[in-house]
Structure formats: structure tokens, C-alpha cells
């Protein structure tokens, strides 16, 4: 089965300091990953869709230059967080896009990171 | 390997019946299940939720059905509703990961006027 990893799993890292999160589909390519951060009552909102080999596309009110996506290859996107601040501290998860041969899409989740800013 | 499994990519009913979304987990430490409901271009929306110490939990339309010697969980909507049409996710976590998700492949549903 299909199985996307998130790297590191948990971090802790002090104020203005910048931290990479990577995401990574192990057994499928994946042309769209995308990157979702969890708020109180654990809904996912939606940060940005990363494209292989183009640049992010972010949603409203979401910082492009504090939230730096690189979608290097079909299996891996990375997300920085940079000049973190406490207020970033949350649960960061990723997910890709799988698509089978009759064209029909199907999205993995990553198991999430745990970004605490001191 | 998928530790939890979502086996149907879709659903349909008709409104003001019963859906049931079906989901199986491979993985006996889990202890807490979630489900989500996604709308196409926005995050998954946290919908209900059960511990593993419970084998029901009841919100309004929405039960969750634990039951952990199948490793198994379903959530049902009754009456189901037009607005209820989304792709649902159910999702699994122990507390030793601090909160990290396992989620399964979601099934969509559609419910018909």
C-alpha cells in the first residue's frame, strides 16, 4: 500500500530559528502534495498544494516567505518554517496524490509533525 | 504499509437514508479514531471522534461504531443529507506518537436529492 512519511516527527526549536519539514511518498510519485496545518478542534486547514517542478501554490492568509515549499521531485516536497515564532508552533501534516492508470486520484496523508517553538 | 484502510473509494445513497462509511485499522495500539469530512479545495473538517475505551459516541446525525477485537470502526449519518456529499477520511493515533495521524484513503460519498 501506498505510504507517505514526514520527517522529522516531532521538533523543538527556539524563536527565529528556521526548520525544515520534509514529506516524502515511498512507493508512489506523486505530481501534488499538499501541506496542511491543524488548529484547535483538530480541523486541517489547508496551507498550500505543491506541484512537482513549479512553484506552491498558498491559500489566503497564508505567508509565502515564512512558509517555503520546494517540491524537489515526484516523491519528495519539503515545508520550512522560517523565523519560527511560538505562535507557528502546531501540528504540521502532508499528504500526496496518487493518481492510477484509469485517472482517478487518491490522497495519502502523511502521520504529521509536532513543530513546538520555544 | 497502510495501517488503516478505507476499502471503499465511494458511496452513494440516497437522502434521508443511512450511510455507513466503513473503516479498518491494522494496528491494535491506536487508542483514539477520528473521523473527517473534505470538501474539494479545503482541509479535512474534524467531524467525531472515539477513544478506544468507548464503542459508540453519538453527535446529533453522526455515530461512531468502535469495534477493536475487528480492529474495525464505521460512522453513520442518518438521515443523510445532500450537504453531507464529501469524501470522508477516518484517521487513528496512539498517545505515545503525540498526536501523529494515521489516516486512511477517504470514500467518497454522494447522497442523491
Known amino acids: 500500500g501506498a505510504v507517505v512519511s514526514q520527517h522529522p516527527s516531532r521538533v523543538i526549536c527556539k524563536s527565529g530559528t528556521s526548520v525544515k519539514i520534509e514529506c516524502r511518498s515511498l512507493?508512489?510519485?506523486?505530481?501534488?502534495m499538499f501541506w496542511y496545518r491543524q488548529f484547535p478542534k483538530q480541523s486541517l486547514m489547508l496551507m498550500a498544494t505543491?506541484?512537482?517542478?513549479?512553484?506552491?501554490?498558498?491559500e489566503q492568509g497564508v505567508e509565502k516567505d515564512k512558509f517555503l515549499i520546494n517540491h524537489a521531485s515526484l516523491t519528495l516536497s519539503t515545508l520550512t518554517v522560517t523565523s519560527a515564532h511560538p505562535e507557528d508552533s502546531s501540528f504540521y501534516i502532508c499528504?500526496?496524490?496518487?493518481?492510477?492508470?484509469?485517472?482517478?486520484?487518491?490522497?495519502?496523508f502523511g502521520p504529521g509533525t509536532r513543530l513546538t517553538v520555544l | 504499509d497502510q495501517q488503516v484502510k478505507q476499502n471503499s473509494p465511494s458511496l452513494s445513497v440516497q437522502e434521508g437514508r443511512i450511510s455507513i462509511l466503513n473503516c479498518d485499522y491494522t494496528?491494535?495500539?491506536?487508542?483514539?479514531f477520528l473521523w473527517y469530512k473534505k470538501y474539494p479545495a479545503e482541509g479535512p473538517t474534524f467531524l467525531i471522534s472515539?477513544?478506544?475505551?468507548?464503542d459508540k459516541n453519538e453527535d446529533g446525525r453522526f455515530t461512531v461504531f468502535l469495534n477493536k477485537s475487528a480492529k474495525h470502526l464505521s460512522l453513520h449519518i442518518v438521515p443523510s443529507q445532500p450537504g453531507d456529499s464529501a469524501v470522508y477520511f477516518c484517521?487513528?493515533?496512539?498517545?505515545?506518537?503525540?498526536?501523529?495521524?494515521?489516516f486512511g484513503t477517504g470514500t467518497s460519498l454522494t447522497v442523491i436529492p
Open positions: 499528504s500526496a496524490t496518487r493518481s492510477d492508470r484509469r485517472g482517478t486520484d487518491t490522497q495519502y
Open positions: 512507493d508512489f510519485q506523486a505530481t501534488t
Open positions: 505543491s506541484n512537482e517542478g513549479s512553484k506552491a501554490t498558498y
Open positions: 494496528n491494535s495500539m491506536f487508542d483514539y
Open positions: 472515539i477513544s478506544s475505551i468507548k
Open positions: 484517521a487513528a493515533s496512539w498517545s505515545n506518537t503525540g498526536n501523529q495521524f494515521y
